[in-house]
């Protein structure tokens, strides 16, 4: 019986993440009240409180759920010939990672983050896109300063501007995509986009 209460409690948060997912969609973050999740969830407004302090406190949870850690995305290229290859395990992660954003859940949170949300009480856009890009680039980094050792990077690429080059480059292609999805295929024309600059940032053989 506790394992199945347990079970239910998860089911009715996840219920209110999806509810608060579209109606923060449609509405923008500002406009949305928890009264109007509860009610597109089919709940009462003690339900969300008893499973998020406020509003912010659910933001933040709908962005963990669809967090992309880049060490994540670099677990996920799973190729054992890749280990010597840092520059090439890079590059598959960012396309993974560009796979990852076309599933529809992914999409609609971040847009939500980078369109739909407004400065609002103790919710700052402009901090949480910061924290997750803060954390991105030093991962970058680190992989980047691997490729820079093994003498990977053309001759006077920092991994620093290295990993400035290709974070810029996947904001650039998510703010655009993620502004009219229909104009281009994010996987595909962002895919080449990325192969393109890791051949012009690897040290010619």
Not at 142 to 151: K, L, P, S, Y
């Amino acid at each position: 019986m506790p394992r199945r209460t347990k079970a239910e409690a998860k089911a009715t948060r996840e219920a209110l993440l999806d509810a608060a997912e579209e109606v923060f969609f449609d509405k923008g973050v500002a406009r949305t009240s928890l009264e109007q999740i509860a009610r597109h969830a089919g709940m009462t407004r003690g339900a969300v409180y008893w499973h998020f302090k406020n509003k912010a406190d659910l933001f933040h949870a709908l962005l963990e759920r669809v967090r992309m850690p880049f060490e994540e995305l670099i677990d996920e290229v799973d190729d054992p010939t890749l280990i010597d290859s840092p520059l090439d395990a890079l590059r598959l992660a960012c396309h993974n990672g560009l796979a990852r954003i076309e599933q529809p859940r992914v999409q609609r949170v971040h847009s939500i983050l980078l369109h739909r949300c407004e400065f609002f009480s103790d919710i700052n856009p402009l901090e949480m896109q910061n924290r997750l890009a803060c954390e991105c680039h030093d991962e970058m980094c680190e992989h980047f300063r691997h490729a820079h050792d093994q003498g990977l990077l053309q001759p006077g690429l920092s991994p620093v501007i290295a990993a400035r080059l290709l974070q810029s480059t996947l904001g650039g292609l998510f703010h655009d995509w993620l502004r009219d999805p229909t104009s281009f295929s994010l996987r595909d024309e962002g895919g080449e986009l990325i192969d393109t600059l890791f051949r012009l940032i690897s040290k010619d053989e």
